[in-house]
């Protein structure tokens, strides 16, 4: 006799009905609810503003990093004009003599004509240097990491040229690397509260959603799962959500990034954009930018998906201990 | 902590019987239950299942030793989600085993508890009854060594519930273990099986 001849037959009517399909399997975990999709989209909000943030932060420290270097690469040599001074030789005599320093690059003589243009918008043009005591300028370009020696320079111009001033813009350049630190500093604090928010949100977010699954949880534990198989059938669904959310938060953050470079580079030269630029530095964030939209995807993913296992993890952790605390047994399922 | 539900007790279950657990509502059945399903641990004295003392089972065993429970809850505890057929295939998708491997016996037993039609219906459009009759296929579907089912028969009609009685009734045969708390005199009428009476903490066994 066959074994389906042997098995217990269902009672059929005499007219035989086609075999029923059975539809594919759904996951354990029901693929999307209210709380699911809300959560997707709590990861998408803060993931865009925490990759926005990345981005804003890294373009600060970068121009604050540029205006640090460009203002500290050049120094200055102004001469005033003297009687029995000869003003061209005086100048060759200073560009040369700085070059003599070890840490100099080049040296460049603002000529008559540029010293002109320079005045023009206070003085108008078809300006006649040689009517007014104007000042001359050598600009001396040196090197960023192993600068000369300013005092030495300055002492050495002196002596030779006594209507020689040396600016080595150490002022201006310590004023600006106070305030670029401090840019960067504020940018890291901003940083950091955005990324502790994101963090805060994304696991209380997590939370929230597991909690309307804990009847699944009780189930699988009660059929004979063990702790490990549900907490990855969990971690596999949020998995999921968060990389969706992040996913699109730190993709539109990137769209944000690129229009706004696109922008400047459409406008470029113009008011708005060279007023943009002067505040802002330049909007492209690089590959690291980019690269930090992907990790912050990334520690998101990883959040998400650590938060899950570590609640379902507790979840049949709780359920466990009421087992060895009769007073609550009213929280087990009826039997 | 409160009160003592279940006191002086002293019982076994021996593999291969058959029993019938009754008593009035409140005289602890629920609480029996869950110390034999592992999920209660008595204040004092000592519940040996599967010859281990429960109180100093490991947390991480208590999964192994639960699948060879079968337990049909009050409540059913059937997942909204998931199909006739998914819930009651649940035990074995969670041990781990191919779909393929089970399918035909899934499907066999749902026709036989009376749910062939219904197999891909979700349990929110089924009948109180439907409901009942997939949570007892779910329990049995991995032939358990132990069944614990509290009134498996409440939701159903009499003819069938002497339908799920002889199904219990076989897999007695076939070698489990089975503990039905019921109510129900003219089922337990039906078989010639133990009964054990919980009455006010206390139990008496007829043979």
Redesign the interface.
């Given at each position: 006799m066959s074994e389906a001849a042997t098995?217990?037959?269902?009672?059929e009517g005499n007219q035989k009905r086609p075999e029923?399909?059975?539809?594919p399997?759904?996951p354990?975990v029901?693929p999307a609810n209210v709380s699911g999709n809300a959560l997707m989209f709590v990861i998408a909000i803060m993931a865009f503003l925490a990759c926005l943030t990345y981005g804003a932060v890294s373009m600060v420290r970068a121009t604050a990093a540029s205006w640090q270097s460009q203002i500290s690469r050049e120094i200055t040599i102004q001469i005033k004009p003297d009687d029995g001074l000869d003003m061209e030789a005086a100048l060759r005599d200073a560009r040369d003599l700085a070059l003599t320093f070890t840490g100099t690059k080049d040296g460049t003589i603002v000529d008559r004509a540029a010293t002109a243009r320079l005045l023009e918008p206070w003085l108008g043009e078809g300006l006649d240097l040689d009517e007014l005591p104007v000042p001359r300028l050598v600009i001396i370009t040196i090197d960023e990491q192993n600068p000369p020696d300013f005092g030495a320079m300055r002492q050495a111009l002196t002596e030779t040229i006594p209507q020689a001033f040396l600016d080595d813009h150490r002022t201006w350049v310590n004023r600006l690397v106070t305030m670029a630190r401090t840019t960067a500093w504020i940018g890291m604090g901003v940083l950091i509260l955005v990324f502790s928010a994101m963090v805060l949100t994304v696991v209380f977010a997590t939370r929230g959603a597991l909690s309307g699954n804990r009847?699944?949880i009780?189930?699988?534990?009660?059929?004979?799962?063990?702790?490990g198989?549900v907490a990855s059938e969990f971690q596999k669904h949020f998995l999921k959500i968060s990389l969706k959310g992040s996913f699109a938060g730190g993709a539109l953050a990137a769209i944000v990034f690129a229009i706004a470079g696109y922008w400047q580079n459409r406008t470029l030269a113009t008011p708005e954009s060279d007023q943009a630029t002067a505040l802002f530095g330049n909007f492209s964030v690089g590959v690291s930018g980019y690269l930090g939209i992907a990790a912050t995807m990334i520690v998101i993913a990883l959040l998400t998906t650590l938060t899950a296992r570590f609640t379902v993890m507790r979840t049949i952790?709780e359920?466990?201990r009421?087992?060895?605390d009769?007073?609550r047994?009213d929280d087990?399922?009826?039997? | 902590?409160?009160p003592e539900v279940l006191r002086d007790l002293t019982f076994d279950i021996p593999r291969r019987s058959f029993q019938f657990l009754t008593g009035p509502s409140g005289a602890g059945k629920?609480?029996l239950?869950?110390l034999l399903?592992?999920?209660?641990?008595?204040?004092r004295g000592l519940v040996r299942t599967f010859d281990r003392d429960i109180?100093t089972i490991p947390?991480?065993e208590?999964?192994?030793l639960?699948?060879r429970i079968g337990?049909?809850?009050?409540?059913f505890?059937?997942?909204d989600?998931?199909?006739t057929?998914?819930n009651v295939?649940?035990?074995l998708?969670?041990?781990?085993k191919e779909?393929a491997s089970y399918?035909a016996d899934v499907?066999?037993l749902l026709?036989?508890v009376?749910l062939?039609?219904r197999?891909?219906v979700l349990p929110p459009v089924l009948s109180g009854g439907e409901k009942q009759r997939a949570a007892i296929a779910?329990a049995l579907i991995d032939r358990p060594e132990l069944l614990?089912a509290?009134e498996p028969t409440g939701n159903v009609d009499p003819p069938m519930a002497r339908r799920l009685l002889s199904l219990f009734m076989?897999l007695n045969r076939l070698g489990t273990a089975v503990v039905i708390?019921t109510h129900d005199l003219s089922l337990m009428d039906q078989v010639d099986a133990r009964r054990m009476i919980l009455s006010q903490g206390r139990l008496d066994i007829y043979e």
């Open positions: 098995r217990p037959q269902p009672q029923m399909r059975v539809r399997t759904a354990i029901p009847h699944i009780e189930v699988l534990h009660f059929v004979g799962a063990e702790a198989f952790f359920i466990d009421i087992r060895s009769p007073a047994t087990l399922p009826d039997t | 902590m409160g629920s609480t239950l869950k399903f592992l999920s209660l641990q008595p204040t109180a947390r991480d208590l999964p192994m639960r699948r337990i049909v809850f009050q409540d505890r059937l997942l989600h998931l199909t057929y998914e295939a649940l035990p998708r969670v041990r781990g779909e399918r499907l066999d026709k036989w009376g062939g039609e197999i891909n779910r614990l509290d076989e708390a």
